[in-house]
C-alpha cells in the first residue's frame, strides 16, 4: 500500500519554524515526510533535518521521498526519546521543533494496522510495530474498571461503563479478535438515539484504545519538556494537536514553562527565582482553514501551538 498522507497546517508550520536555512531542525512524527519535504527544502547543505518515527514503514516512505537530499538523519524512534536521540547523534542544540500529534492517513486507511473502526481488522492500533502491547491485550485482558477509566479519560466517552461491561460480558464467550467485532459491541451498548445524534458510536473508544497502547499522553510533557532544553535561543516549537485532551497538557505546558513562578499571588516579589525559558508565539491556536478543512476533512480538528526560547 502507498504512504498517503496529506499534511496538516503545511504553511502554517513551515512560517511557525522561522527556518534559517543552515539551521538544525527536528520532525518528530516525519510520517510520509510531508512537512519535512517543506523544511529541508528551505535549508542548505550545512543545514540538518533529523526526522524521528516509530513507524517503520513511515521511515522507509520517508527515505524514498527525500532520496535526493543528504542532509537528513533517520531516527526510528519515538520523540519521547529526544533527549537520548540528539545525545546519540551527536547534536547538542537545535533551532526547530515540530510535533504532529496527529495519526497519518496511511495509518487509518491501512485497515491491517487496526486503527479504523470502518475496516476489519486484527485489533492492533500500534505505531511502533516492535511494540507488544496491542488493542487486542486491552480489549481482553483489561478489567471492566480499566477499560471504564481509559474509555472516559481518553475518550470522553459518556457510556464508559455500559461499554466496558459489555466488552467483559462479550469476552466471556470468545476472545474479540477484531475491529469490527468491537464497533458492533461498542454499537450494542449505546442506546440508539445517541448511536443516531452523535458521531460514529465507536469513534471516542477507538481514540481511547490508540492512545492507551501508544502512551500518546503520557509522553507529551516530557518530551516537550525535554525538546525545548535542547533549543537554542529564538528556537521554535511548533506542536500539532487533534483533540482536547493532547491541546490542553500542551497549552498547560507552554503556560508553566513561560510562567513558572510558584511563589503565592500575594507575595509582592517572587522569591523562587523560576525565570521564564519560553515565550508562548500563539496566544490562541491556529486553526485550518475553511478551505483546507473542505480538502482534508481529517484536519478540522487541528489546532497548532508555537512557542520561542527565550
Known amino acids: 500500500m502507498e504512504f498517503k498522507h496529506i499534511s496538516v497546517l503545511l504553511q502554517e508550520c513551515i512560517e511557525a519554524l522561522n527556518i534559517k536555512e543552515n539551521g538544525i531542525y ?4 516525519m510520517g510520509g515526510a510531508g512537512h519535512s519535504s517543506e ?3 528551505r535549508l542548505s547543505s550545512e543545514g540538518m533535518l533529523i526526522g524521528i518515527d516509530q513507524d517503520t514503514e513511515a521511515l522507509n516512505a520517508a527515505k524514498n521521498k527525500l532520496q535526493t537530499y543528504n542532509n537528513i538523519k533517520y531516527v526510528h524512534d519515538n520523540f519521547n526519546n529526544i533527549d537520548n536521540v540528539l545525545t546519540n547523534i551527536d547534536v547538542p542544540k537545535v533551532d526547530g521543533i515540530l510535533m504532529d500529534l496527529g495519526v497519518s492517513s496511511y495509518q487509518l486507511d491501512n485497515s ?3 486503527f ?3 475496516n476489519d481488522a486484527p485489533l492492533d492500533m500500534r505505531m511502533n510495530r516492535e ?8 480489549v481482553n485482558d483489561y478489567s471492566e474498571e480499566e477499560l471504564t477509566k481509559i474509555f472516559y479519560e481518553f475518550g470522553e466517552e459518556k457510556f464508559s461503563k455500559r461499554i466496558a ?9 470468545k476472545p474479540i479478535d477484531t475491529t469490527l467485532e468491537l464497533v458492533d459491541i461498542i454499537k450494542a451498548a449505546i442506546p440508539a438515539k ?5 458521531p460514529h458510536p465507536a469513534k471516542r473508544i477507538f481514540q481511547a484504545i490508540r492512545i492507551e497502547v501508544n502512551n500518546e499522553l503520557g509522553i507529551l510533557n516530557k518530551s516537550i519538556e525535554d525538546g525545548i532544553n535542547r533549543l537554542n535561543q529564538g528556537g521554535r516549537m511548533a506542536i500539532i494537536t487533534f483533540h482536547s485532551l493532547e491541546d490542553r497538557i500542551v497549552k498547560n505546558k507552554f503556560k508553566k514553562l ?3 513562578c510558584e511563589c503565592p499571588p500575594d507575595f509582592p516579589i517572587c522569591v523562587c527565582n523560576k525565570k521564564p525559558i519560553i515565550k508562548i508565539i500563539t496566544r490562541k491556536p491556529i486553526e485550518p482553514s475553511k478551505e483546507e478543512v473542505e480538502t482534508n476533512p481529517r484536519s478540522r480538528s487541528a489546532k497548532l501551538r508555537i512557542i520561542e526560547k527565550l
Open 39 to 41: 523544511i529541508i527544502k
Open 112 to 114: 491491517e494496522r487496526g
Open 194 to 198: 445517541a448511536r443516531r445524534e452523535g
Open 26 to 29: 527536528v520532525d518528530c512524527t
Open 116 to 118: 479504523s473502526y470502518m
Open 131 to 138: 511494540s507488544s502491547l496491542t488493542a487486542y491485550d486491552i
Open 258 to 260: 513561560e510562567s513558572p
Open 165 to 173: 461491561n459489555f466488552i467483559v460480558n462479550n469476552r466471556k464467550e
